[in-house]
């Protein structure tokens, strides 16, 4: 934001040289960037936050200055004379829009003489790096840089009706801006129209065909309020920035609106002569006060580590235009508590710490010393963050690279696989990235589109993980109220091949303490290969809740991101793991007495699974068993017979009371082959 000093002193005297003001300045929160001067004008360019959209006027900061220095603003006064004519009789407003444009006003204008602008005006935008246009242009751009409030003039005889309509652009409507550039609308796209044609896209640019010139005699002045993230969101596609994108982007003080509105027309009246019609149009006259903030003055010596006098709070305060109500409370908690309706321009103050930071800011920084005493209290980390923290370091290790990705998705990303719900994803009402409006309902089709960027800029074989919420389409669709279900998820993409992804999420559940084994089920899902998806539960009495997914993606999806080979993904509930978890070790028995070793070769039905073998194994063996190692699997056709498979495991058998004999292991291996041979048909072979 650059200000001039001269224009400054216009609302507030200025007492400290411009090296203490800008000093003060920084410290109080508007960064220094430079000075320079500029026809004899000292330019100070400071840095205004993105939350202190009041600043990007002069009136703003020097409101800032005038707290600082104990001193009064000193605001324009505005007056002008109305004609007999009424605005309502020149002029209709229609706001079709009120979610991109909450308050519209209008006032008209009539008999001005488009002109050079006075040489005090021309200077004064030139100082500040406007260009001049004529004295009706100039005088919205001297108000707008003078309280942060955009306006605009159109030319009345230019606006078909004599209406006014703010409404949704239309597909594949064109407006031509004053910059002589086409831009294309769309329904998403806040524009000012009339009662055939837009005529400017509303809070960007103003369109040519209704701009001011030598021939324009009447003027419609615009004074609105468009929200910021609808004008982001047209100024980022237009890729069209202006001063008035930026402000409004920042936020306006819509109580400020009229006043902007009045003291334009009083310069227009003042500089090309005309009489204001009697009256405004406004869309939303009333505004309501702030909700007001109850400020414990016991909490400022909390927070800050000082004392500050009450008087000197409400001064602040109160400078700073909140509205100040004096002691609150009746001798309670609340004793000794200030009231504060915060003003309507500061839309950042809404919380009681807020107020502290607004008081310490001004009261400075640098009256805080460095052992002033603020008691803190130590913070944990919640069991989510602590299991999280494990869970990406084992990710980590395994190779896998923390990935971000949107949260809105395009119909190609969502359709593409979806493993947890067919129900029809949720949208958007406007796009929050081109093209994307689906809220995704999986991880892993935007972890493959990162996994296929990656090798399409680089050559890499990206492996990736995210944790990150998915959101579930509500059961009952018909509900127009419904929210998505709004959890958890941890996924995965990578080139290894499935066991080694399935032993990566093993590890996973046994450094989160997850008790119980691993189980899987084949299951079918869009976007995985036919066969090669399945659910994973856990046995132990949760077996039939889904904990993920895990499988092999299917070819033609594969290639469809021109990836090469084989790409593994999983996907799990990072909120059902952290309810699964236990993260305190906890203490187990270990035996004093040796162990024995057994392994053993059975014959089995090739559709047996390992997992399936294991249940029966653990089963047979009771607590005496400590260890199951699977070792490899054999198949010999002409010895076995068809659909036949060796497979040789390793067992481990130990007693926390004494030692087994080997009469206590033949035992129970005896116990585990006749378990085998009748659940599983299997052979033992000797």
């Given at each position: ?56 006027g ?45 308050r ?54 230019a ?71 609808a ?43 005309g ?5 405004v ?7 309501a ?6 400020l414990?003055?016991?909490q ?6 000082i ?117 029809p ?11 994307s ?39 009952n ?11 958890y ?7 290894e ?15 989160l ?43 033609s ?64 063996a ?28 390793s ?31 299997a052979?033992?072979?000797?």
């Amino acid at each position: 934001m650059l200000v001039t000093l001269s224009w400054l002193s216009q609302y507030v005297d200025l007492t400290l040289s411009h090296d203490e003001l800008v000093d003060r300045l920084s410290l109080s929160g508007l960064n220094h960037e430079g000075s320079e001067t500029v026809d004899g004008e000292t330019v100070i360019d400071l840095e205004v936050t993105s939350n202190r959209g009041d600043c990007l006027g002069h009136i703003g900061v020097a409101r800032e200055i005038a707290v600082l220095t104990e001193q009064k603003l000193k605001l324009p006064k505005v007056h002008f004379d109305e004609s007999s004519v009424k605005v309502q009789d020149l002029l209709e407003v229609v706001n079709e829009f009120p979610t991109a444009c909450t308050r519209y006003t209008a006032r008209v204008i009539q008999g001005v003489t488009v002109g050079e602008s006075p040489e005090w005006m021309q200077q004064a935008l030139r100082s500040v790096g406007i260009g001049v246009v004529n004295n009706v242009v100039d005088a919205t751009n001297y108000v707008m840089l003078e309280c942060g409030q955009p306006l605009h003039a159109f030319d009345a005889s230019a606006v078909s009706g004599n209406k006014i309509v703010v409404r949704p652009g239309r597909q594949k409507e064109m407006l031509q801006a004053i910059d002589h550039r086409d831009y294309e609308l769309t329904p998403q796209t806040c524009v000012i129209a009339d009662a055939d044609a837009p005529l400017a896209v509303a809070g960007v640019m103003g369109g040519a065909s209704s701009e001011v010139s030598d021939r324009t005699s009447d003027v419609i002045i615009e004074a609105a309020d468009f929200t910021p993230l609808a004008v982001r969101r047209t100024a980022r596609r237009l890729k069209l920035h202006s001063p008035s994108s930026f402000r409004f982007e920042r936020r306006v003080d819509p109580r400020g609106i009229d006043w902007a509105s009045r003291r334009v027309c009083q310069l227009i009246t003042e500089i090309a002569g005309g009489s204001v019609a009697s009256g405004v149009i406004d869309t939303a006259e009333g505004i309501a006060d702030r909700d007001p903030i109850i400020l414990r003055l016991s909490q400022l010596s909390r927070v800050l580590g000082i004392e500050i006098e009450s008087e000197t709070v409400q001064r602040i305060l109160s400078g700073l235009g909140c509205r100040v109500d004096g002691s609150h409370g009746d001798g309670g908690a609340e004793s000794n508590s200030l009231q504060c309706v915060p003003p309507t321009w500061r839309h950042d103050l809404t919380r009681e710490v807020d107020l502290i930071e607004e008081v310490a800011r001004i009261h400075g920084y640098d009256q805080i010393p460095e052992d002033a005493p603020i008691p803190v209290a130590p913070s944990s980390k919640r069991p989510f963050d602590a299991a999280m923290s494990r869970l990406r370091g084992v990710l980590t290790s395994a190779g896998l690279s923390e990935a971000m990705t949107p949260s809105v998705v395009t119909k190609k990303l969502d359709v593409s696989l979806s493993p947890w719900t067919d129900r029809p994803a949720m949208q958007t009402r406007t796009a929050m990235l081109e093209g994307s409006r689906r809220l995704r309902r999986s991880l892993i089709p935007s972890l493959l589109q990162s996994r296929a960027a990656n090798w399409a800029s680089a050559s890499l074989h990206a492996d990736l993980f995210e944790i990150a919420h998915v959101y579930l389409p509500p059961e009952n669709s018909d509900d127009a109220e419904a929210l998505p279900a709004e959890n958890y998820h941890v996924g995965m993409v990578m080139g290894e091949d499935f066991f080694a992804a399935k032993g990566t999420i093993e590890t996973v559940l046994g450094r989160l303490g997850i008790r119980g084994k691993l189980r899987v089920e084949t299951v079918e899902r869009d976007g995985f290969a036919a066969g090669g998806c399945v659910a994973m539960t856990l046995d132990g009495g949760q077996s039939n809740e889904v904990i993920g997914y895990l499988g092999i993606l299917d070819e033609s999806l594969v290639r469809s991101w021109k990836l090469p080979g084989t790409v593994v993904a999983a996907e799990l509930s990072a909120d059902r793991l952290v309810e699964l978890s236990h993260l305190v070790p906890q203490q187990q028995a270990v035996s004093a007495f040796p162990s024995v070793l057994r392994d053993l070769n059975l014959v089995l039905p090739e559709a047996v699974r390992w997992d399936a073998l294991a249940g029966v194994i653990r089963s047979a063996a009771d607590e005496r068993l400590t260890d199951l190692a699977y070792q490899e699997t054999y198949r010999n056709e002409k010895q076995d017979g068809p659909e036949r498979k060796r497979v040789l495991f390793s067992m481990e058998l130990q007693s926390l009371t004494g030692t087994l004999s080997g009469t206590d292991a033949d035992g129970i291996v005896e116990n585990i082959v006749t378990a085998c041979e009748k659940q599983l048909s299997a052979v033992l072979m000797r």
